[in-house]
Nanobody
Framework: QLQPVESGGGLVQPGASLRLSCLAS????????IAWFRQAPGKEREGVVC????????NYRNSVLGRFTISRDTAKSTVYLQMNNLKAEDSGIYYC?????????????WGQGTQVTVSP
């Protein structure tokens, strides 16, 4: 079964950093755009950032500009989300998606998610 696996979530204080990883075994990052979505309790799921199959990053949210960076290691089939200066509103379950189509779409192979909690 083709399903990305997320890791790296946790409980941190405001201002801290986390790096999430998305292992996309069996999926070539040269053929799939990979996006990170998140969902906070009681809120709709929202796109955060994406990296295209050619390696071009796209931010979906102004609130993460300058704080979140997406990158990838194609040899390891892994995409990373470096999150700095975390805020309480960044809390939620973070999902990695190997998109069927380009960045901006939502259909694809979804991971199970990793929890990020930012709290004093």
């Amino acid at each position: 079964q083709l399903q990305p696996v997320e890791s790296g979530g946790g409980l941190v204080q405001p201002g801290a950093s986390l790096r999430l990883s998305c292992l996309a075994s069996g999926l070539s990052l040269d053929h799939y755009s990979i996006a990170w979505f998140r969902q906070a309790p009681g809120k709709e799921r929202e796109g955060v950032v994406c990296i295209s199959s050619s390696g071009t990053p796209t931010n979906y949210r102004n609130s993460v500009l300058g704080r979140f960076t997406i990158s990838r290691d194609t040899a390891k089939s892994t995409v990373y989300l470096q999150m700095n200066n975390l805020k309480a509103e960044d809390s939620g379950i973070y999902y990695c998606v190997a998109l069927y189509d380009i960045c901006g779409s939502t259909g694809g192979y979804w991971g199970q998610g990793t929890q990020v909690t930012v709290s004093p």
